[in-house]
């Protein structure tokens, strides 16, 4: 019988928190949660985002619908839509990231869509030690632009958020805050400008340079959603990306933190 993660106690989910923090990601099948389960557990996980946006529940703000469908008006119910979704993680145009924990629940999966995840922290620590010091020394510029990751109309109520987003300079390699391992920081759609040290450098070189050393089939992992599965995913160790959707599909998605979980992470 499967376990359901809203019967976990406080040793599983830090069980479970480590492994994701250690590899990335993790999947879980055939659970069962109703709303109030699926916002519970993850508040005990840390503070969930909730900017009560058009795609969030209004009696869980917690959740985010990820789906094309439409209400009767034909307006937009959830994010994303049905294009394809090119490689990202949370919070890319933001100036904080501080929501590094993705949970993507299916309600309603789609045969035809698949969803692929990057390791980033492993094709770093594959280098030799002259290439990490070299891209350490890197530091990136990033702000959301329409038409890369992907599409949206003028009137699309996500682009109006979505370019309020000012931005922000970061390191291309980091070290995770939890587990210290180090990754690239690589959502190269958003990607504006580069230095290196404080020599502006050609950013399109350089995520043409960077492709072939990250997105290896060796650090890539594939899931098609279906209803019950469950995958958790860290914001700063993975990327992920997503074919078109064919049928109706929808997902519930919540951000949070791991404030409250690991202040007392063993």
């Known amino acids: 019988m499967t376990s359901q993660i ?6 599983q989910i830090k069980s479970l928190v480590k492994s994701i923090q250690e590899d990335g990601y993790a999947l879980m099948h055939d659970q069962k949660c109703t709303m109030s389960e699926l916002t519970d557990f993850f508040r005990c996980i840390g503070e969930c985002e909730k900017p009560g946006l058009f795609m969030n529940d209004t009696e869980y703000p917690e959740i985010f619908y990820v789906t094309g469908k439409r ?15 090119g490689w990202h993680s949370n919070g890319n145009s933001r100036h904080l990231i501080d929501k590094i ?6 309600k309603q999966g789609d045969v035809n869509t698949t969803l692929s995840i990057c390791n980033t922290s ?4 594959d280098l030799s030690e002259k290439e990490q010091a070299y891209w350490k020394n ?3 510029r990033l702000k959301f632009q329409n038409n890369t990751m992907y599409h949206l109309d003028d009137d699309d109520p996500e682009l109006e958020f979505m370019s309020k987003n000012k931005g922000s300079i970061r390191s291309l390699v980091s070290n995770h805050p939890y587990t210290n391992k180090p990754y690239f920081y690589f959502p190269y759609h958003f990607i504006i400008k580069a230095w290196e040290g404080k020599t502006q450098i050609d950013h399109k070189e350089m995520i043409e340079n960077l492709k ?22 860290d914001q700063l160790t993975t990327l992920h990306r997503r074919s078109p959707v064919m049928g109706d599909r929808l997902l519930y998605r919540i951000a949070t933190d791991y404030t409250k979980i690991c202040a007392n992470l063993e």
């Open 6 to 11: 809203y019967n976990y106690n406080l040793k």
């Open 71 to 85: 209400d009767n008006a034909g307006q937009k119910i959830g994010m994303f839509g049905d294009g394809e979704l």
């Open 101 to 106: 924990l993705i949970g993507l629940y299916c």
């Open 122 to 125: 492993d094709p770093f620590a």
């Open 138 to 140: 890197i530091k990136i």
């Open 212 to 233: 072939p050393i990250i997105f290896r089939s060796r650090y890539q992992t594939h899931h098609v959603f279906s209803e019950g599965d469950l995958l958790f995913m």
